[in-house]
């Protein structure tokens, strides 16, 4: 087991690798291992191209090997054509005897057909080997299939008084309370998850970007809560670079590509119509930087998974109070005079 384990954990590493690159699909590694000897390896990087399996077996320079091999990969491995064959498939059509797998794909076009189809074929198959470590790997589609929204994660930065914005701000837009390096560490998320939210006030007061200029990566889909439709047509938010989906209580005449518009009812149970409309649109995970009303919102209907919160060494005296959340901190890291605190939702 203690060598499955070691093989599965290198499969999460090569995994990872994709992150922020594979929606809608899942990160998986993948290694082939021959006499305690790995032969070959990959990991999936990016929706449409091979995936892990694929990459790992085609990595093997002597195929031969493949006969007598064991194939681990951390997700079970498709049985579906979607735009790519099943790699279930694959891996029988290379007669490879052994499959490790760490969990199985949650996703009901998968969900145990895969190892149906390898058992059927003869092969001797293993699942559930570090599988809550492969379940974290892929919180997002996990949430998105088992849930059906997308995975939460709050994100806000208060000074060391728990103030979020003071009282009143001078000509600099935003005021920033944290500093250059946990600003750049933001934008790194950023291109990891699928959309960033705001509120209708941060988009007035600090007119973001809401992109990862400060980063390489794909920028996410904005989405922008706007009540009562106040927001100018000409903000960075409406600017037509990235998909915007912006959350109102009615239409308006704007047509612009990339905006969509969604109607919800703001005065009943906004934060989960608002995940509902996200997994409408295939949306698997969403950073929440907006004011302290919108994450209050979000916390209050117990709809987030993870709460990302920098102190900076700067206080306010007055202003705008942090959100309330109820929390034990399970990690604090140092980002230079930052402290960048992580606590998760186990409800």
Not at 2 to 21: D, F, M, P, S
Not at 59 to 75: C, E, F, G, P, W
Not at 135 to 155: A, E, M, S, W
Request: hydrophobic letters at 35%.
């Amino acid at each position: 087991m203690k060598i499955h384990e070691k093989y599965i954990e290198r499969c999460i590493q090569l995994a990872k690798n994709g992150l922020g690159t594979t929606y809608p699909n899942p990160m998986v590694g993948s290694v082939i291992v021959y006499k305690d000897t790995i032969i070959g390896e990959g990991w999936h990087k990016k929706a449409g191209e091979p995936h892990a399996e694929v990459n790992a077996i085609n990595s093997v320079k002597d195929k031969s090997l493949l006969k007598k091999a064991t194939i681990y990969v951390s997700l079970e491995p498709c049985s579906h054509f979607g735009k790519t064959p099943p790699c279930s498939d694959l891996i029988i059509k290379n007669e490879i005897p052994q499959v490790v797998i760490g969990t199985i794909d949650p996703n009901i076009k998968v969900a145990g057909n895969g190892i149906k189809k390898l058992i059927e074929a003869g092969i001797n198959v293993t699942v559930g080997i570090l599988e809550n470590e492969c379940h974290g790997l892929n919180k997002r589609f996990f949430t998105f299939h088992q849930q059906k929204r997308p995975y939460v994660i709050l994100k806000w930065a208060e000074s060391q008084d728990g103030f979020i914005a003071p009282k009143v701000k001078s000509e600099q837009k935003p005021v920033w309370i944290t500093n250059s390096y946990s600003r750049q560490l933001v934008h790194k998320w950023r291109s990891e998850e699928q959309a960033i939210l705001v509120g209708t006030q941060t988009v007035i007061d600090d007119n973001p970007k809401l992109d990862v200029r400060d980063w390489t990566g794909n920028n996410p889909t904005r989405i922008v809560l706007d009540q009562n439709n106040r927001i100018a047509e000409n903000t960075h938010v409406f600017d037509n670079q990235v998909k915007t989906i912006v959350f109102s209580k009615t239409k308006t005449n704007a047509i612009k590509e990339n905006l969509i518009f969604e109607i919800v009812d703001f005065e009943k149970n906004m934060a989960s119509q608002v995940t509902d409309a996200m997994y409408k649109h295939q949306i698997q995970s969403v950073i929440i930087e907006g004011g302290q009303q919108t994450l209050q919102t979000f916390i209050d209907a117990n709809l987030w998974d993870e709460a990302r919160i920098f102190k900076g060494n700067i206080h306010l005296i007055e202003g705008t109070k942090a959100p309330k959340l109820n929390w034990s901190y399970l990690e604090k890291y140092a980002i230079g005079q930052d402290e960048l605190i992580i606590s998760r939702n186990h409800d």
